[in-house]
């Protein structure tokens, strides 16, 4: 059974820094991209960040460009998101998810249980 | 970047009705589109990909149609644990991915 958990998320005043990690179980996960999505508070679903399953190619929204940073350690089975000059805007649950097939194709057929991040003063 | 918008925003009826979903896109993402269902505390579940596909699992009464800009997910005859929020999502030209707003669809 695949499992995503998501860890290192909480509190942080605008301008800080959180990294975000999700330890994988279940699957082969070097095979795999792994992405980040989130969902700010009675919002809808936002694509954050996708790495592929060597880690070599990495895509950004537009929104986290240039401040936020996805890396993988495929010994460890986790997926990381480091966060840094955090904004109110960013407050969300980030769920980490699993692509549906070894080639990325944008499909997301597992999700972990989020982990909230809440910025603010 | 591909904009998604869906409707109604809001879907009411009730269990046994058949519910018609709708997804539009800005510009063409042929058939790479894909359905997710989220109740309440829940991650998205993905449960139809490439327009029309079934993913593990998910029951037969869930069916996708569509191609190009206009697409639509279909529940055959509503359960109680169907009634939830529903994104589309398209993968044609990324980055970036985008989602749909959403559409509820609730107890009449």
């Known amino acids: 059974e695949v499992q995503l958990l998501e860890s290192g998320g909480g509190l942080v005043q605008p301008g800080g820094s959180l990294r975000l990690s999700c330890a994988a179980s279940g699957f082969t996960f070097s095979n795999y991209a792994m992405s980040w999505v989130r969902q700010a508070p009675g919002k809808g679903v936002e694509w954050v960040s996708t790495i592929s399953s060597t880690g070599r190619s990495a895509y950004y929204a537009g929104s986290v460009k240039g401040r936020f940073t996805i890396s993988r350690d495929n010994s460890m089975n986790t997926v990381y998101l480091q966060m840094n000059s955090l904004r109110v805007e960013d407050t969300a649950v980030y769920y980490c998810?699993?692509?549906?097939?070894?080639?990325?194709?944008?499909?997301?057929?597992?999700w972990g249980q989020g982990s909230l991040v809440t910025v603010s003063s | 970047e591909i904009v998604l918008t869906q409707s109604p925003a809001t879907l009411s009826l009730s269990p046994g009705e058949r519910a018609t979903l709708s997804c539009r896109a800005s510009q063409s993402v042929s058939n790479y589109l894909a359905w997710y269902q989220q109740k309440p505390g829940q991650a998205p579940r993905l449960l139809i990909y490439d327009t029309s596909n079934r993913a593990t699992g998910i029951p037969a009464r869930f069916s996708g149609s569509g191609s190009g800009t206009d697409f639509t997910l279909t529940i055959s005859s509503l359960e109680p644990e169907d009634f939830a929020v529903y994104y589309c999502q398209q993968r044609s030209n990324w980055p970036p991915l985008t989602f749909g707003p959403g559409t509820k669809v609730d107890l009449k």
């Open positions: 998810a699993k692509d549906k097939t070894g080639n990325f194709v944008g499909w997301f057929d597992s």
